[in-house]
């Protein structure tokens, strides 16, 4: 090989080290990055009532203070869970699933939302545990972070409104709570059940995430709009 040559092979190559050392400090820069981000994530504390979700109203009745279904412990919101209520009852409707588990005292077992196919009934606030995930005390569980919503699948109910009015309301939750369609469990995520069981079994699962992520951003895009219509104002 003529000197000549060398001298470029060598330049090349020296080149290509220098290139190399370059991606991988991008690529170790940009880990530490994602680290830091999730170590510095802030959860919600605190608890938000709304006033409907998806053009559908919500109620707030509260299960008693000194009932065992509410234990009264404020946690960081991290995740929605998604349930079904297995019910099948021609009279199981949000309502009255609200009646019983804020009048009975028989079990610990607890959620943060019910919702049928015309009303979303919240019966504990956001902000505390509840239990319904079946983890029991896990540190990244489903009881201790995060909001229990139950689907009603009652006879006679419209079950695909229910899945719209679902939804909704989880793409609510997502925005006033600071979270993204990426924050949204099912119940099956954190024990071994079938739950949601229909969705599960029908296969939906997936759709139905998608139609949460697109409410979720139909949201954000709805409320940016809005933010720079006053801020117009305001100028």
Known sequence: MKKKQRKRLLAVLAAAAV??????LALLLHRRHEETAEEERVYATVNVELESAGGIPVYHRYIPVDSPRRPG???????????ETDNR??????????VWITGDVM???????????????HNLPDNEVAWNAGDNRERDGGNING????MCVNLGGDYEQVLVNTAALTAELLYVYDLTPDDVRMHADFMDKVCPHRLITEGRVDDFKDMIRKDYEQIVRERTE??????????
Do not use: C, P
Not at 19 to 24: D, G, I, K, W
Not at 73 to 83: D, G, N, P, S
Not at 110 to 115: A, G, I, L, R
Not at 147 to 150: K, N, P
């Open 226 to 235: 809005e933010e720079g219509q006053n801020d117009g104002k305001e100028g």
């Open 19 to 24: 290139l190399m050392t370059a991606l991988f």
């Open 147 to 150: 909001i229990g919503v139950e």
């Open 89 to 98: 009852g021609a009279g199981a409707t949000a309502e009255a699933h609200n």
């Open 73 to 83: 412990e404020i946690r960081a919101i991290k995740y929605v869970t998604i349930h």
């Open 107 to 121: 079990d610990i077992t607890s959620w943060h939302y019910t919702v049928d196919d015309h009303s979303i009934y």
